[in-house]
C-alpha cells in the first residue's frame, strides 16, 4: 500500500486530510439516508427502486 509523504500538498496516497473529508462525507451520507427513510417511510432499496430484490423468494 502505498503512503503519500506527509510533507506534500498534493498527489496519490493516504493524506490525513483526504481521510478526513471521506469518514465526514460517509456520516453525512449515513444520516441524509436514514433522515429520508424516516420521512418517507421507505428504505434506500424501495427509493431507488430496487425494492423488487427485497421480495424474492
Given at each position: ?40 417511510g ?16
Open positions: 500500500m502505498y503512503y503519500a509523504d506527509p510533507e506534500s500538498k498534493a498527489g496519490w496516497g493516504f493524506h490525513r486530510r483526504a481521510e478526513l473529508l471521506n469518514g465526514r462525507l460517509a456520516m453525512l451520507g449515513f444520516v441524509i439516508g436514514v433522515s429520508l427513510e424516516l420521512l418517507t421507505q428504505g434506500i432499496m424501495q427509493q431507488i427502486g430496487l425494492s423488487a430484490l427485497l421480495h424474492q423468494s
